[in-house]
């Protein structure tokens, strides 16, 4: 089945840049980013489908944050501008096996393990 591997995260300051990828190994179809923070559910932050056309987007990240797939090398991207510190959380890589756009964790079947992303103030 699917493994997806999130990677890129890491401690930034307010203000900064980071892109975080997801590798992934078998068919994936639409895909996207979450996040969570300790006693939160975990939150929807962007998706986009097979095609890369249209995205979707949190409107708390929404200018922010970037979206973007290359599928030849079974690759997903966010890429994430002006971080936050309420950016702090755990960042999921998601994939689907549809290939329209999900935007809530119980309509997507494979899960990274996740990349911690820190903004401090």
Known sequence: QVQLVESGGGLVQAGDSLRLSCAASGRTLSMGWFRQTPGKEREFVAAIPWSGGTTNYADSVKGRFAISRDNAKNTLYLQMNSLKPEDTAVYY????????????????????????????S
Request: net charge positive; charged share 10%; hydrophobic share 25%.
């Open 93 to 120: 890589c998601a994939a689907s096996r549809t290939y329209t756009i999900q935007t809530i964790p119980s309509d997507y079947n494979y899960w990274g393990r996740g990349t911690q992303v820190t903004v401090s």
